[in-house]
């Protein structure tokens, strides 16, 4: 009985109700994209997504009060033993899994099935927060760096194994987390660094690219002091550079799969075959294009109704927003994202040890990343990459594991003031 | 040591956000055409097609009407628990054909399994009754009617013309925007110069369609959908009956028929041999039927009575007498001898009035007439004189719609040629010229050239003593009762209405006791017509009759063109006195003349 008036009057009730529209603007949207006139079905009939939506909001609800009833101890001491647990499914999921829409991710428990991978994200979170919030961590020792790489990295890995490249991304947005946390920004400045001259090879001529690279090196050169030392690390790096550039083409050809090359071309030229590899990019920003400013109003859709938006239930459920509440509907949905993200961080901050704080900065950003990468590759900001929009996307895994990861700090959060200060 | 980080990470979750609102507004706001895209992905016209108008003779006998054809449609995807047997039996198939027809229906470009395909086409050859009481066995499979143009004769298929689809280069020209890759347009005749009449107005229903292309009902409840309207009806002059007994008569001949109402201009008949079948110029096989009606060496879609330009030949005789009687160089009762040392002439005759001329055609006598006319010494140079001369002479000849396209409601009808001065200059190549250089046009030869239809608009003139109403081939349109405008207006010639008379005089001789006696002279109708006979050394003379009937109040008016039909007393004077005698009597009395116009041996 205590417990419970605890947890009402110390519960961020401003996180709850941004989770609960999210949630609901959602579940409506789902609705909209199944809206068949003709048919004529309830947003409650089971017989649609919306309906079995409805269940999986109606479980999450149930795994909230769980996590709320579990004592806060309990996620961080058993951090590891969760995180195993996870790990040890994933590995079973390319061995006994089932196969749905030619991803080998789930595991099926009789007719119901669960994506392990969903739940990998806060399982990992956890194991980050414990590892770096245990007593002598420091983040400039190369020996807890690499470790830490190594707990995000083995998910990252079985999940590749899935054939699942867009969650397994997901994990690189722990580096923001570490970043938080005093690593140094060299390493997320060369990963965006080579992002772009990755981008850059596709679409410029790689003859001027190095043309470039040797001016701003000879600039660079005469700028500056004349040493040696100084002329020779500059020369290096110009030549780090090209050899990058001279691999993209490789990478590009030999490791990505067709359809990823694809992807990525898509995005730097969809017109290029509107019908084939660009089709779903094309088709995306017709829809949202189509809305304007004010949209086409709820239901009223014709781009995300016919089918002309592939996965539109799933990874591509913004067009939907874009093409019935038009620019305006997209700016609050953003907004409440956005909304939900820096008060995660607000929370985060304001917890009292290192565990929890981690906790909550790797929980709003891995929902930064799913939001930018999703909503951008809706846009063509970013190539198709299939990962859901949190919250949002129709699927039963996804939304419970987002549920847990955000459930958990809220957890935290009400229980702040009883932790041991430990920073 | 990470002050300053929780910022940067907020910063970069705003930027982040701000920068996909931008990119949203320019592809929501400022892009419009992501709206288009949009529309044109789920919103599919579909046009209504209106029914084209009919078209009938002058009695109101259906000519041309439009029939329902059947196709049988398939839309793979739904076709469930196919019983193919049954399917065989229904549709007259063995399993054989059966397969077949599947085999080639996946071979299709176009075939899509979730859209309708034609399965079979003309349905309505087979069993119709019992595949509408049956298809509904055969889910999937779906009866489509489609409407092609049918006609309830062989007869008139140039005057008509045909519809087929609008070719690419059509489009192009297209300013009106009405028409699409697809449409059926009027290509020849009346189909193609009434085609805004005959076309009626699209009606069009907006779908909403998936992205499979299934209809998903209709763009906002049908608000701006609009419904067909039909094209109208067109009545036209023809005479189903002459008509088809002038294509009788000059089966296996190449030539021409025209028949004119003188009083109104209307045609009565307009016959281009040889012709073709209209009928193969409809549905499904047009292509291959076309290819070979336009490979034909006999150009069977060569309208002879507007695009065959001939030289006039002796009937030319007639103008030129009342060109020199209106100039007055000449009365009726002047003489010439038949002098024959510059022109040679036929029969015993050797100095002719005006009416004996004319009866005998004599040559000479209209050689000396031209000469007084282009040069009446009014200028003391001969050069000028016949400069002068022939400008009167071309202004007057051209009055009786010679030299120019009439303007008939047709399209590709040729002008022909009356010389002018200026084009002497042009042939001469600037070398002076004078009446010994030109006299071959005093009678038809020459540089003159006209086509079928003026000679008998120019019949018609004669009948109507001095003027012509448009030859026209459509009296009404639609439900006005009225031809347009421009075929109720009478056109004056240059020549006074009294000399008419005398022209008439000697056609009427011409046949009476001239040189068309033998076979255009009719028992109980005065008939007055002209032989010709055009020079095409070394071929056979084409065989050229005009005439018009009766005398007094005359009904009909017609030019005969055989080619390589020899004098025009024969071929032509025959059939033009048959076409008379059909349309007033009904039918001719005089058999041996149709026999002879059959067997068409008229060169032995």
Redesign the interface.
């Known amino acids: 009985m205590r417990n419970q008036e605890i947890i009402s009057y110390k519960m961020d009730w401003v996180t709850v109700a941004l989770y609960a529209s999210i949630v609901f603007l959602g579940w409506l949207n789902i609705y909209a994209v199944t809206y068949d006139q003709s048919a004529n079905l309830s947003i409650f009939s089971l017989q649609i997504n919306s309906g079995r939506q409805l269940l999986f909001i109606a479980g999450g609800t149930i795994i909230i009060m769980g996590i709320l009833i579990m004592d806060m101890r309990f996620y961080e001491t058993f951090a590891y033993v969760i995180y195993g647990f996870i790990m040890f499914l994933l590995l079973l999921v390319p061995i006994i899994g089932k196969e749905v829409g030619g991803n080998k991710a789930w595991l099926g428990i009789g007719s119901f099935g669960v994506q392990p991978s969903e739940f990998a994200k806060f399982a990992t979170a956890l194991a980050v927060a414990k590892y770096m919030g245990s007593v002598g961590f420091k983040m400039d020792q190369m020996r807890n760096q690499v470790i830490l790489f190594v707990m995000i990295g083995i998910p990252m890995v079985l999940i590749l194994l899935q054939k699942d490249t867009g969650t397994a991304l997901v994990f690189t947005v722990f580096t923001l987390v570490f970043f938080r946390e005093g690593m140094s920004p060299l390493l997320i400045i060369m990963g965006v660094v080579a992002a772009i001259i990755f981008i850059l090879t596709l679409l410029v001529n790689e003859y001027y690219l190095f043309t470039a690279i040797g001016v701003i090196l000879v600039a660079a050169i005469m700028l500056g002091k004349k040493k040696w030392k100084r002329i020779a690390f500059l020369s290096a790096g110009a030549l780090l550079i090209c050899s990058v550039i001279v691999s993209v083409d490789y990478v590009v050809n030999n490791v990505l799969k067709p359809h990823q090359q694809n992807r990525v071309k898509a995005l730097i030229n969809p017109d290029a075959d509107p019908l084939g590899f660009g089709w779903n990019v094309t088709q995306s920003k017709i829809a949202i294009g189509s809305g304007g400013f004010t949209g086409k109003g709820f239901l009223k859709g014709t781009q995300t109704k016919f089918d002309f938006v592939p996965e539109q239930s799933t990874d591509f459920i913004f067009c939907t927003i874009g093409e019935e509440h038009g620019w305006l509907g997209s700016l609050f949905t953003m907004a409440l994202f956005i909304g939900l993200m820096l008060r995660i961080i607000f929370l985060a901050e304001r917890q009292k040890n290192r565990f929890a704080r981690v906790y909550g900065y790797s929980v709003a950003c891995i929902f930064f990343f799913h939001f930018a990468i999703n909503i951008g590759m809706t846009i063509g900001l970013f190539p198709v990459i299939g990962i859901p929009l949190p919250f949002f996307s129709y699927g039963g895994s996804g939304l419970w594991g987002f549920t847990i990861l955000l459930f958990i700090l809220l957890k935290l959060d009400i229980h702040r003031s009883q932790v041991l200060q430990r920073m | 040591?990470?002050e300053g980080?929780?910022e940067i990470?907020?910063i970069?979750?705003?930027l982040?956000?701000v920068?996909?609102?931008i990119?949203?507004?320019f592809?929501?706001?400022v892009?419009s055409?992501?709206?288009q895209?949009?529309?044109s992905?789920?919103?599919r016209a579909e046009v209504d097609y209106p029914v084209r108008g009919l078209i009938k003779d002058r009695n109101g006998k259906l000519i041309v009407y439009n029939t329902p054809e059947f196709d049988l449609n398939i839309i793979h995807k739904e076709v469930k628990s196919f019983d193919s047997a049954r399917f065989c039996e229904v549709f007259s198939k063995t399993p054989e054909e059966l397969r077949l027809l599947f085999k080639e229906l996946k071979a299709r470009r176009e075939y899509s399994s979730v859209k309708p395909t034609i399965f079979l086409t003309k349905l309505s050859t087979l069993d119709f009754a019992k595949i509408q009481d049956n298809i509904d066995e055969f889910p999937g499979f779906y009866i489509q009617a489609r409407s092609t143009r049918a006609y309830t004769a062989k007869a008139g298929a140039n005057a008509i013309g045909y519809v087929s689809e609008i070719s690419k280069g059509q489009l192009e020209r297209d300013k009106t925007g009405i028409y699409k890759q697809g449409d059926y347009i009027g290509q020849s005749g009346i189909e193609a110069y009434y085609e805004e009449f005959l076309r009626g107005q699209r009606g069009v229903r907006f779908k909403?369609?998936?992205?499979?292309g299934v209809e998903?009902?209709s763009f906002k409840n049908g608000a701006i959908d609009t419904l067909s309207i039909p094209g109208q009806d067109i009545t036209t002059t023809l005479d189903l009956d002459l008509q088809e007994y002038g294509e009788y008569l000059l089966n296996g001949k190449a030539g021409s028929i025209i028949a004119i109402e003188p009083s109104s201009g209307e045609i009565l008949a307009m016959v281009s041999g040889p012709t073709y079948d209209p009928n193969l110029l409809t549905g499904k096989n047009y292509s291959s039927n076309y290819v070979l009606i336009s490979n034909d060496t006999n150009k069977p879609l060569f309208n002879r009575p507007l695009m065959a330009q001939y030289r006039p030949g002796s009937i030319f005789k007639i103008a030129q007498a009342m060109v020199a009687l209106q100039e007055k160089v000449i009365t009726p009762e002047t003489r010439f001898r038949c002098d024959r040392s510059i022109i040679n002439c036929h029969g015993p005759h050797s100095n002719e009035d005006l009416r004996g001329a004319i009866t005998h055609s004599c040559n000479p006598y209209f050689h000396a007439a031209l000469r007084r006319m282009l040069n009446k010494g009014v200028s003391n140079n001969p050069f000028d004189d016949t400069r002068i001369g022939l400008e009167e002479w071309n202004k007057h000849i051209r009055s009786f719609g010679l030299g120019k396209p009439l303007g008939i409601d047709l399209p590709n009808e040729k002008g022909g040629l009356v010389p002018s001065p200026a084009y002497y200059d042009r042939a001469y190549g600037g070398r002076p010229w004078k009446f010994s250089n030109i006299y071959s046009i005093a009678i038809g030869e020459g540089e003159n050239l006209v086509v079928p239809l003026q000679m008998a608009n120019f019949a018609a003139t004669i009948a109507n003593k001095g003027y012509y109403i448009i030859p026209h081939l459509v009296k009404a349109v639609g439900e006005t009762g009225k031809p347009l405008p421009k075929y109720m207006e009478k056109h004056y010639t240059t020549i006074d209405s009294s000399h008419f008379r005398v022209a008439a005089d000697a056609m009427q001789q011409v046949v009476e006791s001239g040189t068309g006696s033998y076979r255009g002279k009719l028992q109980d109708i005065v008939v007055c017509g002209k032989t010709g006979s055009v020079q095409n050394e070394p071929r056979p003379d084409h065989s050229v009759f005009i005439a018009f009937a009766p005398k007094e109040n005359p009904k009909i008016a017609v030019s005969v063109y055989v080619e390589y039909g020899g004098q025009g007393a024969r071929a032509a004077a025959s059939i033009a006195t048959l076409m008379i005698e059909k349309y007033l009597y009904g039918a001719t009395k005089r058999p041996q003349i149709e026999e002879y116009v059959l067997r068409g041996k008229f060169l032995n």
């Open positions: 040591m990470n980080r929780r990470i907020q970069v979750f705003v982040v956000g920068v996909f609102l990119k949203l507004f592809i929501q706001v892009d055409r992501y709206k895209l949009a529309d992905n789920a919103i909403l369609r998936n992205v499979d998903k009902g």
